[in-house]
């Protein structure tokens, strides 16, 4: 049974830095992409970041780009999203998802993802 579990969420100040990781048992395929994506109340989940099975390929969404970084130790079946310099406009519910492959566009559209985790709350006070 595959699962994806993210921890690592809560509540930070507008500059401050949070680490999300996410736990991935099951062995969903033999290799996959990762993503993060996010959700706030008043918006569709949105691409966030991906990193690709090797760890080296990886994509930010504009928004997130020189503050987030994304990485992944497939030795412990886990995906991490370093987040600095935190904004208001950063909160939501971060979740992660795997993919089997995904290139360019297809890596930042949800619906392209298989298995997605139950999501972890990120609060930024503005």
Not at 43 to 52: G, I, S
Not at 71 to 82: A, H, I, P
């Amino acid at each position: 049974q595959v699962q994806l579990v993210e921890t690592g969420g809560g509540l930070v100040q507008t500059g401050g830095s949070l680490r999300l990781s996410c736990a991935v048992s099951g062995r969903p395929f033999e290799k996959f992409a990762g993503g993060w994506f996010r959700q706030s109340p008043s918006k569709e989940r949105e691409f966030v970041a991906v990193v690709a099975w090797s760890g080296v390929g990886t994509d930010y969404a504009d928004s997130v780009k020189g503050r987030f970084i994304v990485s992944r130790d497939n030795t412990k079946n886990m995906m991490y999203l370093q987040m600095n310099r935190l904004k208001p406009e950063d909160a939501g519910i971060y979740y992660c998802a795997v993919v089997p492959h995904c290139t360019g566009y297809a890596c930042t559209v949800p619906e392209g993802y298989h298995y997605w985790g139950q999501g972890t709350q990120v609060t930024v006070p503005s």
